[in-house]
Every structure is written in structure tokens, then in C-alpha cells.
């Protein structure tokens, strides 16, 4: 699936106005329909960011178009969208729930059904590698094989999907379930895992849904 700048765009103030960033921290790509790939800036507060604010690139990194500096972080959507045709856009976030387990190189569980549909599965956490290094856009590539989202250890949360908008989708979710799972242990409680039957079937849908975008 393709999209637009308008659409990069529009799901960069949601992602603000979702709480999932703050100030110009996070980051947003799409793929295009010419195959280049339309990323969010460096350093442009998302209130303020317009469509003149978006940098084109190509899938190596090369800058096509606009005038300011693509994200520090590109590296990581470009290996993302490198890797896997079907996949359309690529978000990163420093969600606060998302990024305690990150910290704690602990997988978020998929213990709620529709992570399973939406993510794949558990939300795995990434081999730590530099912020903006190559390496660690190969990690976070080889982690979203068959995923929506990953953790990037000591640093944050990374999603894909087909659109934007649905990367956004999987970011917010992502977020609550860390939340939710970060809450339920605070209770004390006991976490149940979903039956495995469940989890294959559903991840079975996640995987269709992947490769026939709609
Ligand atoms: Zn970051």
C-alpha cells in the first residue's frame, strides 16, 4: 500500500494529539506510489510541522526533496520498508508505558486478543544497538517479520503497517496494552496468558491481513 504526504502528515499531529510523543521526539514514513518514502523532519515541533516540513527520500536514504533534514532515526523505517513490500508506513515513538518495558528488555505480553490480530503477537524488544545506526535498523527490521510492533531497548516503541494511520493504530494499541499489563501487575494480579489455539489462529489473521492489504 501507498499513501501521501497528507496522510504522513495527519497522522504526525494525531500522534500528538494521541500523547504518544512530546516536542519533536517520534518519527513518520510512507511509502509512496513512486516508491519513494515521505518522512517526518528533525527537530519541527508537530504543531507547527506542514506539508513543506516532509522530506522525500528513496529507500537508501538519498534525499529527493524538501529543504530540511529527515529524522535523525531514518535509518530504521528505511530498513523496515526495504525489507517488506507489503508494508507501507513506519512509526516511532517514546510512548511512556511502551518505553518502561523497553527499558526493562521485556517483551510487552500479547495477552489481549486484538494484539494478536493487529501485532502478531507479543510485542518483542530489540537487541539494544545505537540511536540512528544501521545496525539498529536491521534488528528492528529482522524483529518485525512477522509483527507490528517492536521495542527498542532503552529507548522506545516502533510499529508498521500498511498506512500510516493504521502504524498510528498499532502505536496507540501497543501503548494501552503496556499500560494495561503495567496495571495489572500493580494489582498483584495473576496474568493469564490467551490459550494457545487462540493465538495461532489470530496470528494467522494478522499474517493475511499483512500481506493482502486492503
Ligand atoms: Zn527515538
Redesign the pocket.
Known amino acids: 500500500m501507498t499513501c501521501t504526504p497528507e496522510d504522513v502528515l495527519a497522522a504526525a499531529k494525531q500522534m500528538l494529539h494521541d500523547g504518544l510523543v512530546e516536542g519533536t521526539?517520534?518519527n513518520i514514513s510512507g511509502r509512496l506510489d513512486d516508491g519513494s518514502v515521505c518522512l517526518t523532519p528533525s527537530s519541527v515541533d508537530y504543531e507547527l510541522m506542514t506539508l513543506d516540513d516532509l522530506v522525500i527520500v528513496d529507500l537508501d536514504g538519498a534525499v529527493l526533496g524538501g529543504h530540511r533534514s529527515p529524522t535523525t532515526?531514518k535509518d530504521l523505517h528505511l530498513s523496515v520498508l526495504r525489507s517488506y513490500p507489503e508494508l507501507g508506513a513506519v512509526i516511532?515513538t517514546?510512548a511512556v508505558y511502551a518505553t518502561m518495558f523497553a527499558l526493562a528488555h521485556e517483551p510487552i505480553p500479547a495477552v489481549i486478543e486484538e494484539v494478536v490480530v493487529y501485532l502478531g503477537g507479543e510485542i518483542p524488544c530489540c537487541d539494544y544497538k545505537g540511536?540512528g545506526s544501521r545496525d539498529l535498523g536491521d534488528e528492528v527490521a529482522k524483529r518485525l517479520a512477522d509483527r507490528g510492533a517492536a521495542l527498542l531497548a532503552n529507548?522506545?516503541l516502533v510499529t508498521c503497517a500498511s498506512t500510516p494511520a493504521k502504524a498510528l493504530h498499532n502505536a496507540a494499541l501497543a501503548e494501552r496494552t503496556a499500560q494495561i499489563v503495567w496495571g495489572a501487575r500493580a494489582m498483584g494480579a495473576t496474568i493469564h496468558p490467551l490459550p494457545e489455539k487462540v493465538n495461532v489462529d489470530m496470528a494467522g489473521v494478522y499474517r493475511f491481513v499483512r500481506d493482502n492489504p486492503s
Open positions: 521526539a517520534g532515526e516511532h517514546h540511536t529507548h522506545g
